[in-house]
């Protein structure tokens, strides 16, 4: 099974970008869809970002739409996330999960098998 482990969260003033990176051990990414997840303490998990095994499929809910965007570097194993123009209610936990599955996005969801143990996102003056 891949494990995941997520990094380039911090703090950032709105408008801003960040990029979080999933690096993946143990499998190669290619063979998974990937998914990234966010998280704020006492609210649902909500899927943000979305990428097939093809990655012919990528999927964003309409809150990040046009800000957000997922990528594979099969070279170094990791799947990214460009996050611009973040807004303060994009602050989260930000995690990555992925499952060995022909589902396209975002019906993938919901069967992630391997999670990261999340990054920190702060957008805030």
């Known amino acids: 099974q891949v494990q995941l482990v997520e990094s380039g969260g911090g703090l950032v003033q709105p408008g801003g970008s960040l990029r979080l990176s999933c690096a993946a051990s143990g499998s190669s990414l290619g063979a998974y869809a990937v998914g990234w997840f966010r998280q704020v303490p006492g609210k649902q998990r909500e899927g943000v970002s979305c990428?097939?095994?093809?990655?012919?499929?990528?999927y964003y809910p309409e809150s990040v739409k046009g800000r957000f965007t997922i990528s594979r570097d099969s070279a170094e194993n990791t799947v990214s996330l460009q996050m611009d123009n973040l807004r303060p209610e994009d602050t989260a936990v930000y995690y990555c999960a992925a499952a060995q599955s022909y589902l396209p996005c975002p019906e993938v969801y919901n069967v992630m098998e391997s999670w990261g143990e999340g990054t920190l996102v702060n957008v805030s003056t």
């Open positions: 990428i097939s095994d093809s990655g012919r499929s990528t």
